[in-house]
C-alpha cells in the first residue's frame, strides 16, 4: 500500500535516478521478505525535515542485534519471508547500500520494530531527505 500525508502533491529529490532505484529497489526487496501480508509505504514532509518515507512490513520484525548492525556488512546467510516463502541467500550487502546511499544523498536511515499490544508487530525502515524539495 502506498500512503502519502494529505495536502503533499510530490517530491524532488536531487541525486542519481541509478541510486535512488537501487536503494528503494533494496528496501523494499527486504520489506517483501520478511513481510507476513503486507507492505506500506508512506510518503510525509515537514518544513524541517524534507521528506520522509517510511517503509513498514508486517513481519517477524528484528533482533536487537539486526537492529544495532543495520547498515553494516553481514556475513551470507539464508532468510525467509515470515509468511512461510521460500529463503534466499542473503549477502549482508542491502542494509549497507541503503544506509551508503542515502547517505550520499545527504539522507538520514533509521530501522525499528514496530509494537502493537506490546509485541512487536514488524519493521520500519525510515528514510529522511532534508533537502528535497516539497510540493
Known sequence: HLRKEP?????????????FYRMFRNALENALSFAGSEVNITLKSAPD?????????????????QLASFG????????GGAGGGPQRLSSGLGSVIIKKIARIHRGDVRIANLTEAGRVAGAVLTLDFPEAKIS
Open 49 to 65: 525535515r524534507g521528506l520522509r518515507v517510511e517503509i513498514a512490513d508486517d513481519g517477524p520484525g528484528l533482533s536487537d542485534e
Open 7 to 19: 495536502g503533499l502533491q510530490g517530491a524532488d529529490l536531487a541525486g542519481s535516478y541509478t541510486l
Open 72 to 79: 553494516e556488512r553481514k556475513l551470507s546467510r539464508q532468510v
